[in-house]
């Protein structure tokens, strides 16, 4: 890259103390778009000016970055990556017409929200505010009676797994509690401001939770992170049972196969022969475990050599007598 002129060095300058991009990103990005960046124009024509310029625009290119699939760091982010670039990010810029397909179609199909269309964190943070009691919550935290309210406006049951998907979502510290910075992020990620398109996605998830495995597993896991009581590192085994019987109900996915319904037993041998909690590694495990029973309910896959948590071992013996794939022991 030549050096830079006087001018450019400053718009640089500028462009880093903005955005927070390292210096090479900066270059690349205020070259790729002609050094124009405060021509950025919204939806309706509007001219920004100053700040509103460059933040729009770098918040669009971001936008591009994504649709593209080139990272501001790839090495061979060359003059063609650059064009692609801007040509994307015009179109991104661009006013719609009403009788063509915008780039912003693209976010919709997928089920999110363009970045440049994100939501603003003052209309979230407005919103957090809006459940939490200023009198009795803690700062930055929405404590029992919001959380529950605002599961109630997102029409989500307190009974079943439909709950822990927006639990999930704002990263929910312990149940009946939730952080400004998780709401917000969480939020902000999907593109949802106002309760209306919160309630439209987390409706889409919940059906959607027994078919797509990795949303099951993200919304699994949290529920050890949210399910321990504060201090602790592990789950009781009352609350893991509870949660277990939850999470493997509908609208999530139910642990059986053809002849053998895994979660009763699993239920009861825990409760006959299990007295200790339930630690991070039982409970993921648990889900593998799950998955594999799902797939082979012979249980094929087991043996004596497999790396299985010793629990999971015992299970299986207990599985097997109850099923009668082995004779049951008799004193």
């Not at 649709?67 to 760091?73: E, N, P």
């Not at 009691?133 to 029992?144: G, L, M, W």
């Not at 896991?221 to 009781?236: D, M, N």
Request: one cysteine or more.
């Amino acid at each position: 890259m030549p050096p830079l002129t006087p001018l450019q060095r400053n718009q640089v300058s500028q462009f880093m103390g903005l955005t927070g991009v390292p210096e090479k990103t900066a270059q690349r990005l205020l070259k790729a778009s002609g050094w124009k960046i405060e021509n950025a124009s919204d939806r309706n024509g509007k001219l920004f000016t100053g700040f509103e310029a460059h933040m729009f625009s770098y918040n669009t290119q971001r936008a591009a970055f994504f649709l593209t699939g080139f990272s501001s760091r790839d090495e061979d982010f060359d003059r063609k990556s650059a064009l692609r670039m801007v040509a994307l990010t015009d179109a991104l810029l661009s006013t719609p017409r009403p009788d063509s397909a915008t780039p912003l179609s693209f976010f919709a199909a997928n089920g999110s929200a363009a970045p440049g269309a994100m939501a603003t964190r003052d209309s979230l943070d407005k919103l957090f505010e809006s459940y939490r009691d200023a009198k009795t919550d803690e700062r930055d935290t929405v404590s029992v009676d919001g959380t529950m309210a605002y599961f109630k406006a997102l029409g989500v049951s307190l009974e079943d797994a439909s709950m822990l998907v927006p639990m999930e979502i704002v990263q929910a510290p312990t149940v009946g509690e939730i952080s400004k910075q998780g709401f917000i992020d969480g939020w902000k990620a999907v593109g949802a401001d106002t309760i209306p398109k919160q309630k439209a996605y987390v409706i889409k998830q919940v059906n959607k939770l027994s078919t797509d495995i990795d949303l099951f597993k993200r919304v699994y896991r949290h529920v050890f992170v949210c399910a321990r009581e504060k201090g602790q590192k592990a789950i009781s085994l009352e609350n893991a049972l509870t949660y277990w019987q939850i999470i493997f109900s509908p609208p999530g996915k139910l642990w059986v196969t053809a002849s053998t319904d895994w979660l009763k037993l699993w239920s009861e041998f825990l409760t006959t022969n299990w007295t200790k909690s339930v630690n991070k590694d039982m409970w993921n495990q648990t889900f593998e475990f799950a998955q594999k029973t799902m797939q082979d309910e012979t249980l094929s896959f087991w043996s004596e050599e497999s790396a299985w948590p010793g629990v999971i071992d015992e299970f299986v013996v207990f599985a097997k007598e109850k099923r009668g794939d082995v004779p049951m022991e008799t004193d």
